[in-house]
């Protein structure tokens, strides 16, 4: 498994939680990561992204305030901080590893997957 996905689980409306995701090194050097989720039936949509040297993330609209991506490249991990989660944050998370170094927000921006961690926000 090149990417590793954890965290998710059940919570409540206006709880916490950190989902954290492991890479190889050779994934993850000089890459840009991100987060995706998605609900069934539905595509797969862009949530956070940061840059493989942290100097730029890039959060959507629906996630911007609440949600914090972090990375340390020292131990090849990357996290996703969500805060004040909604039922409307109900998904898969998936992480994933970019062809760039940069931030990228598209799915077809990403060659590596993780197997993906299920969050369910109860109201």
């Known amino acids: 498994v090149q990417l590793q996905a954890s965290g998710g689980g059940l919570v409540q409306t206006g709880d916490s939680l950190r989902l954290s995701c492991a890479a190889s090194r050779r994934i993850f050097s000089n890459n840009g990561l991100g987060w995706f989720r998605q609900t069934p039936g539905k595509e797969r949509e862009f949530v956070a992204a940061i840059s493989w040297r942290a100097d730029t993330t890039a959060y959507a609209d629906s996630v911007k305030g609440r949600f914090t991506i972090s990375r340390d490249n020292a131990k090849n991990t990357m996290d996703l901080q969500m805060n004040s989660l909604t039922s409307e944050d109900t998904a898969v998370y998936y992480c994933?590893?970019?062809?760039?170094?940069?931030?990228?927000?598209?799915?077809?921006?990403?060659?590596?997957w993780g197997q993906g961690t299920l969050v369910t926000v109860s109201s």
């Open positions: 994933a590893a970019a062809r760039s170094s940069a931030a990228a927000r598209t799915v077809n921006s990403y060659s590596y």
